[in-house]
Structure formats: structure tokens, C-alpha cells
């Protein structure tokens, strides 16, 4: 969302994705307008009007990241098609993106929610991340924080590898502790010893 140009999008985040249907509404439209409503109808004129406002008068195609999408409630996936239907479903001026735990996956594949699943011109599953991945992705999280050599040995990568099979969350996890107990012995290089202790608070 950060490498976005605000002069031709408009990033809007939702965290808070166990809300009422019209909660769901009120957020977007807060987002969008600013102005908060009570009727579910106000809501939704409003929702369009803001989005072909954005795109044809400011020029700014509306970008909606709702996060733990897996977390939503039936009626707000049955919402959202309603949502995107701009000009009798013949165009589509705002972008939704829809992040979850896996099993979001499944529910947007049941029947119920074929007009949802139809709508996503692409789908996209993190897999879990293999030895040489979880290597990388330790450097380049530790790169992001500003340290710039590896301070972790290679045995534990290995054990942080093992324990978390590479799900990167729990990777993230998994090391933050590990430096923080070796922080408190004041050792400089993080080693198997600090992951298994630490891996069994997990």
C-alpha cells in the first residue's frame, strides 16, 4: 500500500473484518467520505457515489484492503458482489483485495459464493516457505530492521526451519524471541540453543 501513487489510487485499509453487514458498510463509506450514516440504502448510494467520484472526477481508482477477510461474516460475502455492481455490472472502477488465513480460500469456493469467487481476477496462496526461502527471508527481515549481517547461525535457521516448517509468521515469531534471549544473555550470534528453548513457548 506504501508503493502505491496516491495520485492515482486510494489506499483504504480494514482491519476490522467481524462487523455487522452494516458495519461493514459504515466502515467503507467512513473510509471513503468521511460522513457516517445509519441506513443501509444511504450507505450504499453513498459507497458508489464516492467511487465514481474518485475515478472520474479525481482520477483516483479507490483500492479496499480488507485484512483477516477469512474472519468475515456470511452476509458481508454476500455484500461485497452487491458492492462492486457499478453501471449494471458493466464496470469495475474500484479494487477490492481480500487477505486471510487459508481457508478463506474455501469458503469463497463453495457455491453459495460463486458470484464472490468470480469476481477475483486473481488468487493468490502463500505456500509455505522451504530451507533456502526461510534463510532469505530471515536476512531480509533482519536487513528491514537495520541490521545488516545475519545473527543467526546456520544451525538456528535449521531449528527455526524445523520447528515452524515454514509458515513465515511463525517464523517471525519464533526468531523475535530467540533475539530477545539472547539479547538478555548478551550473546551477539543466536544459536539452536535460544530457538529450542524459546520454540517450546510457542
Known amino acids: 500500500m506504501e508503493g502505491l501513487n496516491t495520485n492515482l489510487y486510494l489506499p483504504i485499509y480494514i482491519p476490522l473484518s ?10 467503507l463509506n467512513l473510509n471513503l467520505t468521511g460522513e457516517f450514516l445509519y441506513r443501509k440504502v444511504d450507505l450504499f448510494n453513498s459507497i458508489q457515489k464516492a467511487v465514481k467520484d474518485y475515478v472520474t472526477n479525481r482520477k ?7 485484512d483477516e477477510a477469512h474472519l468475515l461474516k456470511p452476509e458481508n460475502l454476500y455484500e461485497i458482489p452487491i458492492i462492486l455492481n457499478f453501471d449494471i455490472d ?21 457455491p453459495v459464493h460463486i458470484a464472490l469467487n468470480q469476481r477475483f481476477c486473481l488468487k493468490y496462496h502463500l505456500c509455505f516457505l522451504g530451507k533456502e526461502e526461510t534463510t532469505s527471508y530471515i536476512e531480509h527481515r533482519l536487513k528491514v530492521c537495520g541490521c545488516p549481517q545475519n545473527i543467526f547461525s546456520g544451525a538456528a535457521i535449521e531449528a527455526i526451519y524445523q520447528s515452524t516448517t515454514g509458515i513465515p509468521r511463525s517464523i517471525d515469531n519464533l526468531a523475535l524471541k530467540a533475539i530477545t534471549l539472547a539479547a538478555l544473555k548478551k550473546k551477539e550470534t543466536i544459536t539452536e540453543e535460544e530457538v529450542f528453548t524459546c520454540s517450546k513457548e510457542l
Not at 458493466?90 to 463453495?110: A, E, K
Open 18 to 27: 467481524t462487523v455487522s453487514a452494516l458495519g461493514f458498510y459504515r466502515q
Open 60 to 66: 483516483r481508482v479507490p483500492v479496499i484492503v480488507i
Open 90 to 110: 458493466s464496470t469495475d472502477p474500484v479494487l477490492f483485495i481480500m487477505l486471510g488465513q487459508p481457508h478463506l480460500r474455501d469458503r469463497i469456493s463453495r
